[in-house]
């Protein structure tokens, strides 16, 4: 399914600029404008319904899921967007990105050595701290591109990204404005316990990217009213084994954590 993209047809597609980082409460970057407005138009008028399913939000698609393909084969704006975050390209800009991040906060590879690789993490491994299989080296490095609908009820404790994850991005097709929609706003949070959190309204074409180090603690607010769900798309770019140095995660919090998922699913 994945193709070579050049630069251009990158740039045709999102903005990947160098953009302002943010330091506080972790580094991370914002773009209020971060895909092409024709080509997010077009996105947000093919945004599927999402079935129920794993996943943060309960309903989801996922690469691998039928109805992922078929969106994709439909659709050559959603094609086109799954191309520029599989690639090289992707991955050298969140090298340059946050080049000043990595070695500061422990990243355990080195990111000039970065590869991306077309490998595709299923959906049991998804909810695994670690993969079953370890099938590439620690600096060939992969990406998700999952498609998410945060319904009623919706929402993520303060919590760390997976280990392996070298960067999370959110992309917001929706706005809180216009959906009328309680809660659902991202905090950032400047570590575990940290309250007030930073927060970040879902906006109409809005980007927000960290790196997944042990510093970038984030969470969603519950979702308690909306006339339509909260769409986005997340992408993670992923080594298959821990880059960062992390504390185990305790038994009893990933199971609260499956449980939760499940209950908004049913």
């Known amino acids: 399914m994945t193709t070579a993209v050049s630069a251009k047809q990158v740039a045709d597609v999102c903005d990947l600029s160098q953009h302002s980082l943010n330091l506080e409460p972790f580094p991370h970057v914002v773009n209020d404008g971060f895909i092409e407005p024709q080509h997010y138009r077009q ?28 969106l994709l084969d439909a659709q050559p704006a959603w094609q086109a967007l799954f191309n520029t975050f599989h690639s090289q390209h992707f991955i050298d800009w ?38 079953r299989k370890i099938e590439h080296e620690p600096h060939e490095l992969w990406v998700r591109m999952d498609i998410h609908q945060g319904r009623m009820g919706y929402d993520r404790p303060v919590h760390l990204d997976h280990a392996r994850r070298l960067m999370s991005m959110l992309i917001y ?40 180090s042990s510093r970038s603690h984030h969470s ?36 609260l954590g499956s449980l939760k998922r499940h209950l908004i699913r049913d």
């Not at 996105?43 to 079935?51: D, G, K, R, V």
């Not at 969140?94 to 959906?123: H, M, T």
């Not at 009328?180 to 927000?208: Q, W, Y």
Request: proline fraction near 10%; aromatic fraction near 10%.
């Open 43 to 70: 996105l947000c008028e093919s945004f599927p319904t999402c079935p129920p399913g794993i996943g943060p939000t309960g309903f989801s698609l996922y690469w691998g899921d039928e109805g992922y393909k078929q």
């Open 94 to 131: 969140c090298n340059k990105q946050f080049a000043d991040v990595w070695e500061r906060d422990g990243c355990k590879i080195k990111l000039s050595e970065a590869r991306y690789v077309p490998y595709r993490e299923d959906r049991i491994d998804k909810e695994r701290a670690k993969l």
């Open 173 to 212: 097709m929706c706005d809180q404005n216009e959906n009328e929609m309680k809660g659902g706003e991202l905090f950032l949070h400047a570590n575990e316990k940290h309250f007030p959190p930073t927060s970040i309204t879902p906006r109409h074409n809005l980007m927000v990217a960290f790196p997944c």
């Open 220 to 255: 969603v607010s519950p979702i308690t009213a909306q006339l339509a769900p909260r769409n986005y798309v997340q992408v993670h770019i992923s080594s298959s084994e821990d880059v960062w140095p992390r504390a185990p995660v305790p038994v009893w919090r990933r199971a």
